[in-house]
């Protein structure tokens, strides 16, 4: 007795399932002394397909025992390709066999032998080899594309190849970078589909730039403005979109590996034509006689590229200095003074000079580059 989903044929008495279907199935014997009775399966001759070998003969528990009739208990037994159920009774009078053909036409597996490979630009290669059991002649090849693996895989985008295609590249683009993608294969022949393989997991590259910009420099001028410049990445990976800076105060209280949270910095975005960039430091906050970290990253159409080291520096005291290149000329009806305009690097854009000298103290507030200072002299007449 055999149960099994699949079709019966009538004409040679065969049954037609899916590839790996269980079939369930007992025995009946009758004789005196009560027989033995085991399975095995049989291989069909067949010289144009690669056949699956028969096995070794499994001895079945009885499960009925009257009048020198037993009934064997339910087996369950799979197969990949077209094959011969045999149930055998043995006893010491002779042999009797009961045979069924269970045929598989479509592909009895998924195809063999599949590995991937994925490259720092996120391509994609996907390879495999033909199904052990082709039963038939393979017609082509169906991968299955998704990044949620609990969804049916019906659901999944599908590429179609022809049997002569046994490898599959996605290029630059097509998947997103830094992220878990699942592959499914299975092989058709001229019935239909074989069975799926099982999921397969793959991360793809962040296809950004491989390396950080380089030759990093970092200047700050008197009035707390931080110029940095730098060299482009060794490996772009691709057409650069942007430059990224970003920075932070140092504090005494910084727990180790506070450089890994960079990305909650500040951050400021900068054109990837640029090789320097300078932060003004009185506008963006600065604070005088502080340490700060600096990192940066390029980022290409991808993805962010991985940062450079720590570079560290430290702004100025924020006080104004006194004015350079002053000069004095003594004319008819005043003294002219003339000096460098100066910066107030808490953010004001002119300071307060104090011009003293055998006259009244005069405060100054600088609003153009160059200033001229005019006093009259006592018993003097002008404007």
Known sequence: MVEFEGTWVQEDS???????????????????????????????????????????SVLLEQRLRHDYKIETVVA?????????????????????????????????????????????????????????????????????????????????????????ETELFLVRGQLKPSSTYYFVLSANNSFGEGPKSRPIEINTATGG?????????????????????????????????????YYTRSRAGDPKGHDST???????????????YTIDGPSE???????????MSATN???EGPPTKVYKFRTRSGVASAPENISIVQQA???????????DTRGTSAVWIKVSGPFRTHFIREIVPTFKVYYMEPG???T
């Open 333 to 343: 009806t005043a003294t002219v003074i003339t000096f460098n305009r100066l910066y």
């Open 262 to 276: 960079y990305k909650k910095w500040q951050v400021i975005g900068i054109s990837p034509s640029a090789t320097t």
């Open 285 to 295: 906050g600065l604070r005088p006689h502080e340490q700060y970290r600096l990192m």
């Open 76 to 164: 369950s037994v799979t197969t990949h390709a077209s094959r011969t159920l045999v149930c055998r009774a043995n006893n010491s009078d002779g042999v009797a066999e009961s045979k069924v053909a269970i045929k598989i036409i479509k592909p009895g597996g998924p195809p063999t032998g599949i590995k991937y490979t994925i490259s720092a630009d996120n391509n994609v290669t996907l390879k495999w080899w033909a199904p052990d059991y082709p039963n038939g002649n393979i017609t082509g090849y169906n991968v299955y594309l998704h990044n949620d693996v609990t969804i049916g895989v019906d659901m999944w985008r599908r590429f179609e190849l022809d049997a002569y």
């Open 380 to 382: 003097s007449v002008g």
């Open 14 to 56: 065969s049954a037609v399932v899916e590839p790996s279907t269980e079939i369930q199935f007992f025995c009946q014997a009758s004789g005196n002394p009560i027989p033995a009775v085991t399975f095995f399966w049989e291989t069909i001759e067949n010289d144009d397909e690669v056949l699956e070998s028969g096995g070794t």
């Open 301 to 303: 159409d991808l993805s």
């Open 209 to 245: 730039p491989m390396d950080a910009p380089h030759q990093i420099h970092i200047q700050v001028d008197v009035h707390n403005k931080v110029k940095i410049t730098w060299r482009p990445p060794h490996h772009p990976n691709g057409q650069l979109q942007n430059y990224t800076i």
